[in-house]
């Protein structure tokens, strides 16, 4: 049975420094790992998905790395900035396609 | 193009109740899928259609039923509505059922009285 644990659960930073968020797998037979952002009270927004034949993918100042035989992913995010404040989450699929979702990291960034 | 769509955006109901809540997916996605998520905690898989089938269904009791139209809309019921049922009720969709990336929408939030 699949099980995704995110840590740390809550992490606040000075605005401009780089961070790294961290999510693990049970199951390495992880089809693919996708990252969300969601604001509170707000719906999720997706920000990357890894193939599970990829290591990595970027967006601007996202990188998202997927290791499958360590059953971890992290996501790194450059030059922090206020907009940045969110919980963020990751999921992987069950081969039929549901998503498993860790319990998110909620991040605070300060001016 | 529009994203996922869900109505309503919230909700208030009491105990005993029953509530019907709707998505729309985007054009051209022919999956929707249905989620739970509790205040503090990471979305819970409620169901899975396509082509208007079943494909999957979470640890969630018969009280939960939901149906895909042939336009690939859905509706997520509940029926008898407990305090525990309150939640943010996401959707998701994707182009076919299976390994594809999902987008959601913005949630319907239900509040059982």
């Known amino acids: 049975k699949q099980e995704v644990t995110q840590i740390p659960a809550a992490l606040s930073v000075p605005e401009g420094e780089n961070l790294v968020l961290n999510c693990s797998f049970t199951?390495?037979?992880?089809?693919?790992l996708q990252w969300f952002r969601q604001d509170p009270g707000k719906g999720l927004t997706s920000l990357l998905l890894?193939?599970?034949?990829?290591r990595e993918q970027t967006s601007g100042r996202l990188n998202a790395s997927l290791d499958k035989s360590s059953g971890r992913s992290t996501l790194y995010i450059a030059a922090s900035q206020p907009g940045d404040s969110a919980t963020y989450l990751c999921?992987?699929?069950?081969?039929?396609?549901?998503?498993?979702f860790g319990q998110g990291t909620t991040l605070q960034v300060k001016p | 193009d529009a994203g996922v769509t869900q109505s309503p955006t919230h909700l208030i109901k009491t105990r005993g109740q029953h509530v019907t809540l709707r998505c729309s997916p985007i054009?051209?996605?022919?999956?929707v899928s249905w989620y739970q998520q509790v205040l503090g905690q990471g979305p819970q898989f409620i169901f899975q259609?396509?082509?208007?089938?079943?494909?999957g269904r979470g640890n969630f009791p018969d009280r939960f039923s939901a149906r895909q139209f042939p336009n690939y809309s859905s509706e997520l019921n509940v029926n008898a509505l407990l305090l525990g049922d309150s939640a943010l009720y996401l959707c998701?969709?994707?182009?076919?059922?299976?390994?594809?990336?999902?987008?959601f929408g913005p949630g319907t939030r239900l509040t059982v009285l």
């Open positions: 199951d390495s037979a992880i089809y693919n």
């Open positions: 890894i193939q599970s034949s990829q």
């Open positions: 259609y396509y082509e208007k089938e079943e494909r």
């Open positions: 998701a969709s994707s182009i076919v059922a299976g390994r594809n990336e999902q987008f």
């Open positions: 054009s051209g996605h022919k999956s």
């Open positions: 999921a992987g699929p069950s081969n039929t396609g549901k998503l498993i």
